[in-house]
């Protein structure tokens, strides 16, 4: 986990996330079109589980999911929009994700995840060391209606 993983909350109509570590960022509840949880590999090291936010087709926003007042934060935006958030990856240690919000797309992936080949010869070597998360097709189409 890292150093400071930030914290969340809900602020009337708007979700703000404040962190030393990741970037700050505040979003109104009605600009929200997708919630989910990602996992990547970077744990335990730094923070390696987030809650991530689509507001469109080319943005999203990411918490730590270790962020202070997350489970509040969970509890106020759940009772805002009518569910309890059921988290899935809290065992994962390698790239997944998991819509968990809005019902229709609930439990499907939110993001792609592809490694990209380095350029240099030595990172070749090496094998590839980024990896470049995008949105699924699904998840694409129903940001782009």
């Known amino acids: 986990m890292a150093e400071d993983s930030g914290h969340i ?10 962190s030393t570590t990741y970037s700050d960022w505040m979003i109104r509840v009605e600009d929200l079109r997708i919630i989910g949880e990602a996992t990547n590999q970077n744990g ?25 007042g997350r489970d509040t934060f969970l509890a106020d935006l ?20 998991r819509i968990l919000w809005p019902a229709e797309l609930e439990n499907e992936p939110m993001f792609k995840f592809q490694d990209v080949p380095s350029k240099t010869v030595v990172g070749r070597l090496l094998g590839s060391m980024r ?12 940001l782009q209606k």
Do not use: K
């Open 44 to 68: 335990p090291f730094a923070d390696d589980y987030f809650l991530c936010f689509a507001t469109g087709p080319s943005m999203w926003y990411e918490a730590s999911f270790y962020a202070d």
């Open 9 to 18: 909350e809900l602020d009337g109509d708007v979700i703000r996330y404040a």
């Open 78 to 97: 759940g009772a805002r929009l009518g569910i309890t958030f059921q988290l899935g990856l809290s065992l994962s240690t390698d790239f997944a994700s």
């Open 131 to 142: 990896n470049e998360q995008t949105y699924c097709d699904r998840v694409l189409d129903a």
